[in-house]
């Protein structure tokens, strides 16, 4: 699905696109290249993906390495490129998202990365989480904390799929 120029867009997807334009992001690009069909969806997801990006209680190192491990997962291609790199600047060790890139579980982590990639790999293979790891997660990041990134790993599949199916390239 390419992207629509403004002019051919109709005053729903106008609203939508200058509303995304005018946000945190400044731009139509992504998953919301395809979304702009469905403009009230794409404004409502939006607004939950800028919450998750910029908002998460879960520290933006490890929000960024579950988003990239959720990538991964999905074998989206957009947001591992642009992810991988959010995930160094913000300190994840590159060796630990090689071995994610390869399906491998990264050594050496630290424990919090580590716990955030338990977790998220777990829910990812299996739809659940143990109780151990839950109480490992809540102990650290809280019960938002928890919610926060359970949502984080769902928003990131929603959009990878749409990317998947409209066939949007990596950056």
Known sequence: MP???MSGMDAA???AAEALIA???KGVFGPFVPLMRSPELMDRLQRVGEYLRFDNA???RLNE???????HHVQ?????AV????AVKHGVDPSTLDAIARGERPAGMPADDALVHDFVVELLRTNFVSDGLYEAARSRFGERGVVDLVATVGYFIAISLVMNVAGTPAP
């Open 58 to 60: 879960i520290p933006a």
């Open 65 to 71: 390495l579950a988003i990239a491990i959720t990538a």
């Open 13 to 15: 997807q106008r609203r």
């Open 23 to 25: 946000g945190p992001r």
């Open 83 to 86: 992810h991988r790199p959010l």
């Open 3 to 5: 992207p629509i120029p």
């Open 76 to 80: 989206n291609e957009f947001e591992w």
